[in-house]
Nanobody
């Protein structure tokens, strides 16, 4: 079973930046994809960005040009650099590590962007 832990959330003013980290451990299978999701109050969880083991990335339209996902396979860690943050980026950010067994989720980290 994969253990996933997010860190790096916090309170930031609009226009500011945050860097989230996702550490995955304990996997006996390769972690094929690491994904970041977020859930705003009263809304469904939505996909923000993904990165494959080979480094291929995808982004939600709302994240393109502002967020950058990256991955360090030697540390089984992924990062989400978030720039030009907006109040609508507020929410709990979750990391999911996908192996052949499926997704393993972290508990989430709160990001709050004040206007």
């Amino acid at each position: 079973q994969v253990q996933v832990m997010e860190s790096g959330g916090g309170l930031v003013q609009a226009g500011g930046s945050l860097r989230l980290s996702c550490a995955a451990s304990g996997s006996t299978l390769p972690i094929e994809v690491i994904a970041w999701y977020r859930q705003a109050p009263g809304k469904q969880r939505e996909l923000v960005a993904t990165v494959t083991r080979g480094g291929t990335t995808t982004y939600a339209d709302s994240a393109k040009g502002r967020f950058t996902i990256s991955r360090d396979n030697t540390k089984s860690t992924a990062y989400l650099q978030m720039n030009s943050l907006k109040p609508e980026d507020t929410g709990v950010y979750y990391c999911a590590a996908r192996t052949g067994w499926g997704n393993s989720w972290g508990p989430g980290t709160q990001v709050t962007v004040s206007s």
